[in-house]
């Protein structure tokens, strides 16, 4: 856990937008995020910023080869849970 750059939630924001199809692996059911209360369910549905049903993956341009994939609850897991991911994932992200 840890503090983030700035840069890098808007950058997962972009990548995880729904609409703009850069999640891949998208399964049909949706996965509420385990830490927060209820599971993400609220009156019976689930809601969006705590749930996902797919992945993102981010090449590094660094490194021939290397791609880091996450779901695409990483940024909920982020804002909600100060969850800190590994450098390497977020100067890929960032760059």
């Not at 549905?45 to 992945?55: C, I, K, Q, T």
């Not at 993956?57 to 940024?75: E, F, H, N, Q």
């Not at 982020?78 to 450098?87: D, N, R, S, T, W």
């Amino acid at each position: 856990t840890g503090p983030t750059p700035p840069e890098l939630l808007e950058r997962l924001k972009l990548l995880c937008n729904p609409h703009l199809h850069y999640i891949v692996n998208r399964c049909r059911g949706s996965h509420g995020c385990d830490i927060c209360p209820g599971s993400g369910i609220v009156n019976g549905w689930m809601v969006s910023e705590r749930h996902g049903n797919g992945e993102i993956r981010v090449s590094d341009s660094r490194i021939a080869d290397v791609k880091y994939a996450a779901p695409v609850l990483i940024v909920h897991y982020i804002e909600a849970h100060q969850y800190l991911p590994p450098q390497d994932f977020i100067d890929a992200v960032i760059a």
